[in-house]
């Protein structure tokens, strides 16, 4: 499974053309194709390109809902900040 590090994730915000991806609890998910995610926000709470592990606690749905999109690797602290 490919390794992203958090300079990766961080880049894949969904605006200016950059892919959607999201983080929870250590795997990374493409949400790119979701209506959901335009421009990179889901329903002015989340944004992409962030690990939303704590946020989605507190979310009114499950993991679930993230957990249904491609997961796209593992996010790793090698090679990026945190």
């Known amino acids: 499974m ?3 590090t958090p300079d990766e994730l961080r880049a894949a915000d969904g605006r200016d053309g950059h ?3 999201v983080a929870h609890a ?3 998910y493409d949400v790119t194709g979701s209506s959901l995610w ?3 926000v889901h329903e002015a709470q989340h944004a992409a390109g962030r690990d939303l ?3 989605l606690e507190d979310a009114p749905h499950g993991v679930e ?3 249904r999109f491609p997961m796209g690797g593992r996010l790793t602290t090698k090679g990026g900040s945190t």
């Open 2 to 4: 490919r390794e992203i």
């Open 19 to 21: 892919p959607t991806w």
């Open 26 to 28: 250590g795997q990374v």
């Open 38 to 40: 335009k421009g990179g």
């Open 53 to 55: 592990t704590a946020e």
């Open 65 to 67: 809902f993230v957990e």
